[in-house]
């Protein structure tokens, strides 16, 4: 059977690859229902359309006889011979992920079953799902808008409690909601404007310029606030990168094992013990945080030494976040200054080590305005605030982070961008008092441009670039 046809019933194994005590293998289509009686046996002797919807059901699973090449294939069980149990239940259009009808077979999760069950529906007359094609059929029958359907995929994806949060947050809709707020409003626009267009030789005033002015203004500021959360929430769903930086033997490595609890790097008393880049993954209130040790920053002759400093500097430049790290006990030094003023254009956090030490260095000697932490990594005295300062600095603590839609997506992000350009552009028309229609043009592409993102405009090989991201069985 021919890929592709959005008529086909498909299947996949919907569970992760290995073995489990669970695996589910999915049927969508007009067709499901008829494909999975042909090797479901319910135990109760029912057919399984007679069951109500999204009830389960205990069955064997029968291999199905359908012709003598497979029946005479010695890697599968015979025609009707049991090859497992299973939990079956089948939905019922609508009321499914997809918007169609649905049966999930679950039983053991070995790979030999799941693939015997996978196997018996293309038998039976289903083919196998093509990447992301369960999510694009709910997003084509309108269980999802395209937002929601690429939270799918980020909700998989998660690995921490706020990116888990962000997902769910555009799953249900949220994001979709005020990108609709905003279009539904140019919209309106374009119609009264439209209106003034098609009945200008009769001097009707269908919307006044302030008025006008007023809205574009409104939907730009909208527009340019959900852009503006895009990289706190690039770094809540793929994580953030955090590199510690400074002179040999500041405590640097101490202060990597502070923040990770256990004894990951090396530390001793030698200069210069750190060669190459150290990196470990830490959750920092819900924020994925990889925190990579360098090596010491100073002159040196030896080559080794040389090559991981190298790797320091470029780990900096790459860095979401620079902690730039201070030897409190002994004043400031020439490489100390170099690493601040090199790590003032970006985000950076100073900490001042050894904090159980006489003080040399106070947080009036440093940078005017930089972030400061006195920390001992000895004593772990200010590591939980350098945490929270950490936090802070990469996402920030207000209540935008806390309770708010964040763009995610760097397709929304450039939607948003592209949107807020043609309202600025669409502003100045409107204030140069330049024709209608090249104001119309203007918002009629700010429109179209926020439509991507939830799908209302969208083409096929947008579509098929998002949903070959998805797993086969997604």
């Known amino acids: 059977m021919l890929r592709g046809g959005p008529e086909d019933t498909i299947c996949a194994i919907a569970t992760p690859a290995g073995e489990g005590g669970i695996g589910i293998v999915r049927l969508s289509g007009s067709q499901a229902l008829r494909i999975a009686d042909k090797f479901v046996q319910l135990r109760s002797g029912q057919p399984l359309a007679s069951v109500p919807s999204h009830t389960l059901c205990l069955a064997d699973l029968r291999f199905p006889d359908m012709n003598q090449t497979v029946a005479l294939d010695p890697s599968i069980p015979k025609p009707r011979e049991c090859f497992d149990e299973a939990l079956v239940v089948y939905m019922k259009a609508p009321r499914s992920f997809t918007g169609e009808d649905i049966v999930e077979i679950q039983s053991h999760g070995g790979s030999l079953i799941l693939s015997l069950t996978c196997r018996a529906c293309l038998e039976a007359g289903a083919r196998l799902a093509e990447p992301g094609e369960f999510t694009k059929r709910a ?40 990108v609709d707020t905003a279009r539904e409003a140019l919209v309106h626009l374009l119609a009264q404007l439209e209106a003034g267009i098609d009945f ?25 606030r959900l852009r503006d959360t895009a990289r706190a929430g690039r770094l809540l769903r793929d994580g953030a990168r955090v590199v510690i930086a400074g002179r040999p033997n500041v405590g640097k490595s101490s202060l990597l094992n502070r923040l990770l609890k256990e004894e990951r790097a090396i530390v001793t008393a030698v200069p210069g013990t750190t060669r190459d880049l150290i990196e470990e993954a830490i959750d920092l209130g819900g924020v994925l945080v990889h925190l990579v040790d360098t090596a010491g920053i100073r002159d040196t002759e030896d080559p080794v030494e ?60 440093v940078k005017p305005g930089s972030v400061c932490i006195a920390v001992s990594a000895k004593t772990g005295d200010g590591v939980e605030d350098l945490r929270l300062a950490i936090r802070a600095q990469l996402i920030g603590s207000g209540p935008e982070t806390a309770d708010g839609v964040l763009v995610t997506n760097v397709r929304h992000q450039t939607a948003l961008t592209r949107a807020h350009e043609s309202l600025v552009e669409a502003t100045s028309s409107i204030k140069d008092e330049m024709a209608a229609e090249l104001v119309a043009v203007d918002l009629r592409a700010a429109a179209d441009a926020l439509g991507e993102i939830t799908g209302a405009i969208t083409n096929e090989e947008i579509l098929s670039r998002i949903f070959s991201t998805f797993c086969i069985g997604k």
């Open 139 to 178: 997003f084509l029958n309108g269980r999802l808008d395209l937002s929601q359907a690429e939270a799918v995929l980020d909700t998989i994806r998660a690995k921490s409690a706020a990116s888990l949060t962000a997902a769910q947050r555009q799953l249900r809709g949220d994001l979709a909601r005020e």
């Open 306 to 365: 040389h090559e991981g400093i190298k790797r320091s500097w470029s780990a900096q430049e790459q860095a979401d976040l620079r902690v730039i790290v201070l030897d409190g006990s002994l004043p400031l030094s020439a490489d100390d200054r170099r690493l601040m003023d090199q790590a003032a254009e970006m985000r950076h956090v100073i900490v001042i080590n050894k904090a159980d030490l006489p003080a040399q260095v106070s947080p009036t000697s």
């Open 200 to 224: 200008g030789d009769e001097d009707v005033d269908i919307i006044h310029k302030q008025d006008l002015v007023g809205t574009v203004d409104r939907v730009a500021r909208l527009v340019e």
